[in-house]
């Protein structure tokens, strides 16, 4: 795959953002782009949980799917599911059926309201500040940094599961706590110079 690519519209995209209609519209409008609020990231770690072991675009392409089967993700509703919640997803074939990842996410959510700063505070206390090179090609962005070592630790100490260093770190690319948009990509919010663009703030529900 080449590392940039420029589309019809002229625009050049990370390889892989260009490899997809599916891919080209998630990489535009959100990969990379900060999210907030405790449903949102709650979604997003869910979706990179079910990813593991599979292709990305196939959440992608499964996700209103798992909107609607996870109650829009709000996290007091997935608390509350229990066994029979778990044996209608096991039948849902829109969603990965998983019994090991349902019930993850289910304790997930339980452990997430325990927090008490919520689950954006956290995660987002965990958002690379230190300086590194910026990525030129795809050999540059890295499967786990020291940040999402970090991060994957406090989440398991706190009870969640699914969430290993590499899962930990797909979580904070995909939602903007790091920027690995390729230098030249047009969706980066950070230009060649280090003069940082404005960050887009997107909240999903």
């Not at 996700?63 to 849902?92: M, P």
């Not at 996410?105 to 956290?122: E, K, Q």
């Not at 599961?161 to 948009?181: I, S």
Request: with cysteine.
């Amino acid at each position: 795959m080449t590392d940039l690519v420029i589309g019809a519209d002229g625009l050049s995209r990370c390889g892989w953002g260009a490899s997809t209609p599916d891919y080209a519209t998630y990489h535009d409008q959100e990969w990379g782009r900060p999210l907030r609020g405790d449903d949102a990231l709650f979604e997003r770690l869910t979706l990179e949980a079910f990813q593991s072991g599979l292709s990305w675009l196939t959440i992608l392409r499964k996700r209103e799917a798992f909107r609607v089967a996870f109650g829009r993700f709000h996290l007091e509703t997935v608390a509350g599911y229990d066994e029979s919640d778990v044996q209608r997803l096991l039948g849902n074939a829109g969603i990965v059926r998983n019994r090991s990842k349902i019930e993850a996410a289910i304790n997930n959510a339980r452990a997430a309201l325990d927090l008490p700063d919520g689950l954006s505070d956290l995660l987002w206390s965990f958002a690379q500040t230190r300086q590194r090179a910026e990525p030129l090609t795809f050999a540059d962005v890295p499967a786990r940094t020291p940040e999402s070592t970090a991060l994957a630790k406090a989440l398991k100490q706190r009870g969640f599961r699914f969430v290993g260093p590499t899962t930990a770190y797909a979580l904070m690319q995909a939602t903007g706590m790091v920027d690995d948009h390729l230098v030249g990509c047009h969706a980066r919010r950070t230009n060649p110079t280090g003069r940082s663009e404005p960050p887009v703030a997107a909240v999903m529900g």
